[in-house]
């Protein structure tokens, strides 16, 4: 599975920013599939996440209420990452991600070394 993350951009505190993850020619959801961010100086963190086991998918308590993660069913289950109300720490290094295989033993959906598939990246960065 090849995933692709559109281009990120620079952005005002305060304004908004939709992340779209392609996977082209994709025929089947993945179990699990989130976005990542990593800080400069920062370990990648989970922002959102969702499973097909659900119900309903995760957030960082620092995105929460301002970001929503969505997949497509109908474009190749494309996914997506509104922010809005966005923040200076908002800043950082995007990923997409996805994983087939359920979550077993220690595997968390929050973890990124669980996923398997990865987008190259696109930067975010938030100004005062």
């Known amino acids: 599975v090849q995933l692709a993350e559109s281009e990120g951009g620079s952005v005002q505190a305060g304004g908004s920013l939709r992340l779209s993850c392609s996977a082209p020619?994709?025929?089947?959801?993945?179990?699990?599939r989130g976005w990542f961010r990593q800080a400069p100086g920062q370990e990648r963190k989970a922002v959102a996440t969702f499973c097909l086991s659900g119900p309903l998918p995760y957030y960082a308590d620092s995105v929460k209420g301002r970001f929503t993660i969505s997949q497509d069913n109908t474009k190749s289950y494309s996914m997506y990452l509104q922010m809005n109300l966005l923040k200076i720490e908002d800043t950082g290094m995007y990923s997409c991600a996805a994983e087939d295989r359920k979550p077993s033993g220690s595997d968390s959906e929050y973890d990124p070394t669980y996923y398997g598939y990865w987008g190259r990246g696109t930067q975010v960065t938030v100004s005062p």
């Open positions: 020619g994709l025929v089947y959801p993945s179990y699990c």
